[in-house]
């Protein structure tokens, strides 16, 4: 792994020098726009809409859009005069239990590694985390951006997770959800009794994207028969339900719930993860 970010974590008076890593990776597969008839890859152009006519990158400048079709041009000089202090720093500004920020601000995680001669004052740190299961409230400038962020223990690493400004959070206040409804304690019961049964150790690897993993046996199929169409296998039709007694439906979740727990169904064994493997 390459660091994307070299900097330090500041808090009082104590610096430590630390790099980023991404604590995560995508695994979406990319598609390419093609020409039906030949296959010839579809490549995107810049057009102004003003005439249609295609702009070099070296024509294109920034713009904000203050009013309707109103724009004013910023350039790097207008960048360079928006003054972040510490850009190479993860400012510590606060430190709060971790049990009080609600999971919705948090979004992004990447791990911190301590650079030649941080190791101590790391350890330090990410133990007095850990032991008062605190969270350091951060400010930090990654590229041209700042980010409010979160310095978690994790293990034996640093976390830092981007979060979002509280202005960035949508009202859910604003959504027409039931706040206040009567169930009968026979429904509550059964309710409850269905979650308690579903109830599980958290295992990550227990859950795979079934999605991608059934599309990629598609692409091997076709690649396999040089692109030729294959024939659909037909699909088992899922019974209609309607909920009409929700005793009745907890009383059937539930008994199908009872007795030894389901195991995950293992992972299937493409072409495409063989080779992963190997």
Same mark, same amino acid.
Do not use: C
């Given at each position: 792994?390459?660091?994307?970010?070299?900097?330090?974590?500041?808090?009082?008076?104590?610096?430590?020098?630390?790099?980023?890593?991404?604590?995560?990776?995508?695994?979406?597969?990319?598609?390419?726009?093609?020409?039906?008839?030949?296959?010839?890859?579809?490549?995107?152009? &810049?057009? @102004?809409?003003? *005439? +249609? =006519?295609? %702009?070099?990158?070296?024509?294109? #400048?920034?713009?904000?859009?203050?009013?309707?079709?109103?724009?004013?041009?910023?350039?790097?000089?207008?960048?360079?005069?928006?003054?972040?202090?510490?850009?190479?720093?993860?400012?510590?500004?606060?430190?709060?239990?971790?049990?009080?920020?609600?999971?919705?601000?948090?979004?992004?995680?990447?791990?911190?590694?301590?650079?030649?001669?941080?190791?101590?004052?790391?350890?330090?740190? &990410?133990? @007095?985390?850990? *032991? +008062? =299961?605190? %969270?350091?409230?951060?400010?930090? #400038?990654?590229?041209?951006?700042?980010?409010?962020?979160?310095?978690?223990?994790?293990?034996?690493?640093?976390?830092?997770?981007?979060?979002?400004?509280?202005?960035?959070?949508?009202?859910?206040?604003?959504?027409?959800?039931?706040?206040?409804?009567?169930?009968?304690?026979?429904?509550?019961?059964?309710?409850k009794k269905l979650v308690e049964s579903m109830s599980s150790k958290w295992d990550p690897e227990k859950y795979?994207?079934?999605?991608?993993?059934?599309?990629?046996?598609?692409?091997?199929?076709?690649?396999?028969?040089?692109?030729?169409?294959?024939?659909?296998?037909?699909?088992?039709?899922?019974?209609?339900?309607?909920?009409?007694?929700?005793?009745?439906?907890?009383?059937?979740?539930?008994?199908k719930s009872k007795g030894v727990k389901k195991k995950s169904a293992p992972r299937r064994a493409t072409k495409?993860?063989?080779?992963?493997?190997?």
């Open positions: 792994m390459r660091a994307i970010w070299k900097g330090s974590i500041s808090f009082g008076l104590v610096n430590i020098p630390i790099a980023l890593y991404p604590a995560t990776r995508k695994e979406d597969l990319k598609f390419r726009l093609l020409r039906a008839k030949d296959h010839s890859p579809v490549n995107y152009k &810049r057009v @102004a809409e003003k *005439d +249609g =006519k295609e %702009v070099p990158w070296t024509e294109i #400048v920034k713009g904000y859009e203050y009013e309707k079709g109103k724009f004013v041009v910023l350039s790097e000089k207008d960048f360079q005069r928006v003054d972040l202090e510490a850009t190479q720093t993860v400012d510590i500004q606060d430190f709060v239990d971790l049990e009080e920020i609600d999971p919705m601000y948090f979004y992004k995680p990447y791990y911190l590694e301590p650079q030649k001669g941080g190791d101590k004052a790391y350890v330090l740190l &990410r133990e @007095a985390l850990a *032991d +008062g =299961k605190k %969270v350091g409230i951060a400010k930090v #400038v990654i590229k041209t951006r700042q980010y409010l962020a979160g310095v978690k223990a994790l293990k034996h690493a640093l976390v830092l997770e981007l979060m979002h400004f509280a202005e960035e959070l949508a009202d859910a206040e604003k959504l027409k959800v039931p706040k206040r409804l009567e169930a009968g304690k026979r429904e509550r019961e059964m309710a795979h994207d079934d999605y991608r993993e059934a599309l990629m046996e598609v692409i091997e199929e076709k690649v396999e028969s040089g692109g030729k169409e294959i024939e659909e296998k037909p699909k088992a039709k899922k019974e209609s339900t309607k909920v009409i007694d929700l005793v009745a439906v907890l009383q059937e979740s539930l008994a495409h993860h063989a080779k992963k493997a190997a």
